[in-house]
Nanobody, 114 residues
């Protein structure tokens, strides 16, 4: 059974930083693509960052230069380091892993105040 658990969310002021973590069980992140999505109130879920099994990274234009996705194969974790946070970064952040199916975590709330 695959399970993804996010952590690291919280409330910060604009300009602050947070590091989100996603730990996986039942799935090996180093063999699969892992993505971070976010969903703001009243908006659709959107892709924030992605890392492939090869280590290639992609970012949404809205977060480029402020966000870094990384993976620790030994811990089977994927991180999302977010700097220079803006109020528009507020939302629930979800970890998503993809192999033959897609798997989601429960999400972690990020709130950025101005």
């Amino acid at each position: 059974q695959v399970q993804l658990v996010e952590s690291g969310g919280g409330s910060v002021q604009a300009g602050g930083s947070l590091r989100l973590s996603c730990v996986g069980s039942g799935i090996f992140f180093r063999f699969n693509a892992v993505n971070w999505y976010r969903q703001a109130p009243g908006k659709q879920r959107e892709l924030v960052a992605a890392i492939t099994s090869w280590g290639n990274r992609n970012y949404a234009d809205s977060v480029k230069g402020r966000v870094t996705i990384s993976r620790d194969n030994a811990k089977n974790k994927v991180y999302l380091q977010m700097n220079s946070l803006k109020p528009e970064d507020t939302g629930v952040y979800y970890c998503n892993a993809v192999n033959t199916s897609g798997y989601w975590g429960q999400g972690t709330q990020v709130t950025v105040s101005s």
